[in-house]
């Protein structure tokens, strides 16, 4: 098994560009979590999807969009990318319902993300 | 409001000498607690996690935690650390909120070990 991944590694963007970061699973895990980490603040939620065809908003979601495209994709999406959003970006999974936030998460290998 | 403090941002042992990693949170319900290991530009993964079974919890690698209502207190422990335990280590809560459930990270605590 793979377990997480996300797609790409690394990324720059120019302010106001638009992207994508995709992930996937393949545990059939029924919730899924997108993260930003900054230096010195942990790990800060942005969306989740506690199952397939619902997504709910974290602590951190202004200019995001998020998708539940299946079971084992969740993508995460920057319409219009500012300095602000320069991080590292991780895609989480947990086999946990009901209680989608409750349970050990499964993380992917993260995506460096500048926004010059 | 549910929050969660890791005391050191960095903490500096010798190999072979005990870890202690101290995190104090804070939650208006039952909370799971967990402790989260991350290497140098890996994602995170899971050391141990208390759900209300045992107070004391064993991990993976040696580590083990304790929970401790009375002062809200989850620290992480290891009796000899090891050259491969240098990394940065999170401890985060989860509880219901409202409607919903929350999850806290906290900020990190940063291990070197000496050899």
């Known amino acids: 098994n793979a377990g997480v991944t996300q797609t790409p590694k690394f990324q720059v963007l120019k302010t106001g560009q638009s992207m994508t970061l995709q992930c996937a699973q393949d545990?059939?895990?029924?919730?899924m979590y997108w993260y930003r980490q900054d230096p010195g603040m942990g790990l800060r939620l942005i969306y989740y999807?506690?199952?397939?065809?619902?997504?709910d908003k974290g602590e951190v979601p202004n200019g995001y969009n998020v998708s539940r495209l299946n079971k084992r994709e969740f993508s995460l999406r920057l319409e219009s990318a500012a300095p602000s959003q320069t991080s590292v970006y991780f895609c989480?999974?947990?086999?946990?319902?009901?209680?989608?936030?409750?349970?050990?998460?499964?993380f992917g290998p993260g995506t460096r993300l500048t926004v010059t | 409001a549910q929050s969660v403090t890791q005391l050191d941002s960095h903490v500096s042992v010798s190999e072979g000498t005990p870890v202690l990693l101290r995190c104090n949170y804070s939650?208006?319900?039952?909370?799971?607690l967990f402790w989260y290991v991350q290497h140098p530009n890996k994602g995170l993964q899971l050391l141990l996690k208390?759900?209300?079974?045992?107070?004391l919890v064993k991990g993976i690698n040696g580590f083990e935690a304790e929970f401790k209502k009375s002062e809200t207190s989850f620290h992480l422990t290891k009796p000899s650390a090891h050259m491969s335990d240098a990394a940065e280590y999170f401890c985060?809560?989860?509880?219901?909120?409202?409607?919903?459930?929350?999850?806290?990270f906290g900020a990190g605590t940063t291990v070197t070990v000496r050899a």
């Open positions: 999807s506690a199952s397939e065809g619902t997504t």
């Open positions: 989480a999974s947990s086999e946990s319902l009901p209680r989608p936030l409750m349970d050990e998460q499964y």
């Open positions: 985060v809560v989860s509880a219901p909120f409202s409607n919903d459930y929350k999850l806290s």
């Open positions: 939650s208006s319900y039952s909370p799971s």
């Open positions: 208390y759900t209300s079974a045992a107070t």
């Open positions: 545990m059939n895990h029924n919730s």
